[in-house]
């Protein structure tokens, strides 16, 4: 059987999982507890393939390799940064390469992962958009990211892996055929805590309402990055599908629905979107929603000249905010010197196969 005639089976939920590898192995005429095994395999092993799953019997191994695969990517490469950021690029079973960051901190080891291969939504800050847009992730390729980075992080020293954010490249809300049954898994298969999982948008708004709907405790952050329209518009072309106020009403649905964290993200760019006279702006979008705020320095991106906020704006921005009442934290520069923001290493890969192809 061909890869393109079998089942993934990291793209599966835990449920069908269970369904798949039962039929499979009462085909076989094999003992219901081989389910079991397999499932062990996948979750609580990390096996990379078959051959690895040692306690089955050769042929059933054998047999199991033509009825399924499992798509995980292939490091392509790994840059370790002077702070210990550590940034993948994968290569998926079509040459397709995404990014993945592991970002350690004192308390916690927070992996970063993607949801496309490249990304749609032409946001004026971000690498990513570089490269153009390729194709949706399945839920595999996005599970995938998590079983290798798990496995790289135990084998390097940097220990269990304790939050997952989809904010690697992509827009994962553009992609909920593969981002909602990935969610499933990661929380239901290898037992990552709903509230340690965080879905970033833009703000694709069928998409939060969909997430909202879920029963499961995921955290949602917003691209916020402006507070009016019209500005957030010359950063974010999605904003004239999905304005705003329509956001922000999807968003007061969301945190209806109970016990889900929402954040803002909101980027510095000096010149652009960093005045003062913004910040009662956002302090009323985040009280609204009840959002934390994270500033980030905008992270330099060679085709685009913008600089980030000097550090004392950023700190008045921030201090701005509290005196509101708005929670807000500048947040920590991390992996620059491996060009750690979302797209640079994906976009000197692509740089290097044009070279060599011209």
Same mark, same amino acid.
């Given at each position: 059987m061909s890869d393109a005639e079998s089942t993934d089976l990291l793209s599966l939920t835990p449920d069908a999982l269970d369904v798949a590898l039962s039929d499979h192995f009462r085909? $076989?005429?094999?003992?219901?507890?081989? =389910? *079991?095994q397999v499932r062990h395999w996948v979750y609580e092993g990390l096996a990379a393939d078959f051959e690895g799953m040692t306690n089955l019997p050769a042929d059933e191994r054998e047999a199991l390799a033509q009825a399924f695969r499992l798509d995980e990517p292939q490091e392509d490469r790994v840059s370790v940064s002077s702070d210990t950021t550590a940034k993948h690029l994968w290569r998926l079973s079509d040459g397709q390469v995404v990014e993945s960051v592991l970002i350690p901190t004192a308390r916690r080891l927070t992996l970063c992962i993607s949801s496309q291969a490249g990304c749609a939504m032409g946001c004026t800050f971000c690498a990513t958009g570089w490269g153009g847009f390729d194709r949706q992730l399945t839920p595999g390729e996005i599970v995938g990211q998590y079983r290798a980075s798990r496995r790289w992080a135990e084998d390097n020293g940097y220990g269990s892996i304790t939050n997952i954010v989809y904010m690697g490249m992509g827009e994962?809300?553009?992609?909920? !055929? *593969?981002?909602?049954p990935s969610l499933t898994i990661l929380n239901g298969g290898y037992g990552v805590g709903a509230r340690r999982i965080t879905v970033s948008t833009v703000g694709v708004v069928p998409g939060i309402e969909e997430l909202a709907a879920r029963p499961e405790q995921f *955290?949602? =952050?917003? #691209?916020?990055h402006a507070p009016e329209t019209e500005l957030r518009g010359t950063l974010i072309p999605l904003? !004239? $599908?999905?304005?705003?106020?329509?956001?922000m009403a999807a968003l007061d649905g969301f945190n209806e629905a109970g016990g889900r964290r929402i954040t803002f993200e909101y980027t510095m760019i000096d010149g652009v979107n960093d005045a003062l006279e913004l910040v009662p702006g956002v302090a009323v979008l985040a009280k609204r929603v009840g959002a934390f705020v994270n500033l980030i320095p905008f992270n330099p991106i060679p085709y685009q000249p913008w600089g980030p906020s000097p550090a004392e704006r950023i700190e008045a921005f921030r201090g701005?905010?509290?005196?509101?009442?708005? #929670?807000?934290?500048? $947040?920590e520069t991390r992996g620059r010197d491996i060009d750690a923001a979302c797209g640079q290493l994906r976009a000197h890969a692509l740089t290097e196969l044009k070279v060599g192809r011209g």
């Open positions: 085909a $076989r005429g094999q003992p219901a507890y081989r =389910a *079991g994962p809300l553009a992609n909920r !055929k *593969g981002v909602m *955290g949602l =952050a917003l #691209s916020l904003e !004239k $599908r999905h304005p705003l106020p329509d956001v701005m905010l509290e005196s509101r009442g708005v #929670s807000a934290a500048i $947040r």
